[in-house]
């Protein structure tokens, strides 16, 4: 049965191969289905492209698209993946903070932080990760930026002081704040 919401949306994921103008011939077949774009990130990944997008359009426009996800994966070299979804939403009102934290690079920092977070029933909606080399010294360090929603209600002073007290513990240097608009 057909759904009569104006704004359906569509969640893909796409991968391949770097190569220059991948973008906007992906998105060029996005537009000739009829579909806007509402959310997405691009990133190179070592030699690989990966894209995450949510695409919203009447049904019709994003079951067309559907159809032809796979011709356009072929003809594009991506492996993609798409789903059904809808508008998020929350069983309760959250507090959006940013937390930043920088160490030297070793494995497991963001499962840590992930389990900080979910151990407190927190929700991580965003994460962005890198590396790079420390100036001077050469040493590898990591960096992670991540959104996270804070159920209300939750005394942030305390929870602010139960993260540095972790942070410390695993001589991670972090920042917990309000996100910058």
Known sequence: ???????DFLAITATGDDQVGLVQR?????AEA???IEESRMALLGGQFAIIMLVSGRWDALSKLEDRLPAIGEELGLSLIAKR????SRPQPVIPYQIEVVAMDHPGIVHNL?????SRGINIEDVNTST???PHTGTPMFSV???VGIPGGTHISNLRGDFFDY?????LDATFEPPRT
């Open 85 to 88: 979804t809808r508008e998020a």
């Open 145 to 147: 930026t991540m959104r």
């Open 132 to 134: 790079y080399p420390a």
């Open 26 to 30: 992906f998105t060029s077949k996005l």
């Open 1 to 7: 049965m057909a759904s009569h919401n104006p704004r």
């Open 114 to 118: 992930a389990n900080f977070f979910a």
């Open 167 to 171: 942070c410390d513990e695993l001589n």
């Open 34 to 36: 009829g579909c806007n």
